[in-house]
């Protein structure tokens, strides 16, 4: 069978490779004359025979829509078009409509399996229509593992449902990424333990945490055990943030796929304006000195080493900042006025109920 891949980047190329090792025929365009195979897409679309099959593989978004738009006047009846990018569900519907007015059928397909998808085959998630997945099953057989179909492949539904089953695989992945980078640090935090790495590969056969994902942290961590000059900056690619927008729009609770995003918007933070916010309140309402952000990364520097336990963290505090001691010193959020707490620490004034044990801070 002969495929048109539009897009060959670290993906793209590696599927081109893939689909070749399988014995079809592929003529993949890129913008990057030195991989690509055609000079141009209609060079490209020239050279297929009809019915003809093109898979789009670049970036989401107006990139895909302009190109599926351009194929739509360049492609013929009968013929086929895949996205097979990490396009948003809702974009498949008007994708489909516009090609489909020219006669030309579509199938959103959302692909996983990274860099390692070369050799051990990508999962495929497919939707659109049943005659058109046949169209494309010798190319979707190629891609996907060896094995039985049905465990690397689906046809998840009508048009849309390929990218919908993938962006919740990409959520789903996200909070399971997250969970071992906790599970991470925490050893990394125990003194008794002398071996982080050992222990995720203690992990990787016979547990009920063992995953591909756990493998890919034990090579990690092989290679760079204590993550030295690992920037903690982490993008997300979308998908995380549509699957969390769905669970709102269906009102189906995912605090876990939802904290691991929001973990990520964290780490671009060089400065958080939510806990500023939290360390002026703690000002206000307890008297507690508010820190200047250079005695706040003094602060974080020495934290980074450990720190055993909340009076811990408060030592830390007190010896970095001396509280005045003089009531007529404090700041204007002068515990005098800040009424009953919600712990037992003393606020200065007389101490009202409390709701509980702990700490104001």
């Known amino acids: 069978m002969q495929l048109g891949l539009i897009g060959l980047g670290k993906m793209g190329g590696n599927m081109r490779e893939r689909v070749r090792r399988a014995g079809h025929e592929v003529i993949g365009y890129d913008t990057d004359p030195e991989?690509?195979?055609?000079?141009?897409?209609?060079?490209?679309v020239d050279r297929l025979e009809a019915p003809r099959t093109v898979w789009v593989m670049v970036p989401a978004g107006k990139v895909t829509r302009e190109v599926?738009?351009?194929?739509a006047d360049r492609l013929?009846?009968?013929?086929?078009?895949?996205?097979?990018?990490?396009?948003?569900f809702s974009d498949d519907v008007p994708n489909a409509e516009l090609l489909g007015a020219k006669g030309v059928g579509y199938l959103d397909c959302g692909v996983s399996g990274g860099i390692w998808g070369l050799d051990n085959g990508y999962g495929l998630m497919c939707g659109g229509d049943a005659e058109h997945v046949e169209q494309a099953m010798p190319i979707f057989d190629a891609l996907r593992p060896e094995g039985p179909r049905?465990?690397?492949?689906?046809?998840?539904?009508?048009?849309?449902?390929?990218?919908?089953?993938?962006m919740v695989h990409n959520g789903i992945e996200y909070g399971l990424m997250h969970a071992y980078a906790e599970g991470y640090e925490l050893l990394?935090?125990?003194?008794?333990?002398?071996?982080?790495?050992?222990?995720?590969?203690?992990?990787?056969?016979?547990?009920?945490?063992?995953?591909?994902?756990l493998?890919?942290?034990?090579?990690?961590?092989?290679?760079?055990?204590?993550?030295?000059d690992v920037s903690d900056y982490t993008a997300d690619s979308g998908e995380g943030r549509w699957t969390v927008e769905e669970g709102i729009a269906n009102a189906v609770p995912m605090p876990v796929i939802s904290a691991s995003l929001f973990a990520r918007f964290a780490s671009r933070q060089q400065v958080s304006p939510a806990m500023q916010a939290v360390a002026a309140l703690r000002g206000q309402f307890g008297g507690h000195q508010v820190m200047t952000v250079a005695e706040g990364e003094d602060l974080r520097t020495e934290a980074a080493k450990g720190v055993a336990s909340p009076d811990a963290s408060a030592a830390q505090e007190e010896r970095k900042i001396a509280r005045p001691t003089d009531p007529t010193e404090?700041?204007?959020?002068?515990?005098?006025?800040?009424?009953?707490t919600s712990g037992t620490e003393s606020t200065g004034g007389s101490p009202g109920p409390t709701s509980g044990t702990g700490s104001t801070g």
């Open 330 to 340: 404090a700041t204007k959020g002068d515990a005098t006025r800040a009424g009953p």
């Open 76 to 88: 013929f009846p009968g013929d086929l078009v895949i996205d097979g990018g990490n396009s948003r």
């Open 68 to 71: 599926i738009s351009d194929l």
């Open 215 to 228: 493998d890919l942290m034990v090579t990690a961590l092989e290679d760079n055990p204590e993550l030295e």
């Open 188 to 213: 990394e935090k125990k003194d008794i333990v002398t071996d982080v790495p050992g222990a995720f590969k203690a992990w990787s056969r016979g547990t009920v945490v063992r995953s591909w994902l």
């Open 35 to 44: 991989v690509s195979d055609a000079e141009s897409v209609q060079a490209m």
């Open 150 to 166: 049905d465990e690397g492949f689906v046809h998840a539904g009508a048009v849309g449902a390929g990218h919908y089953v993938k």
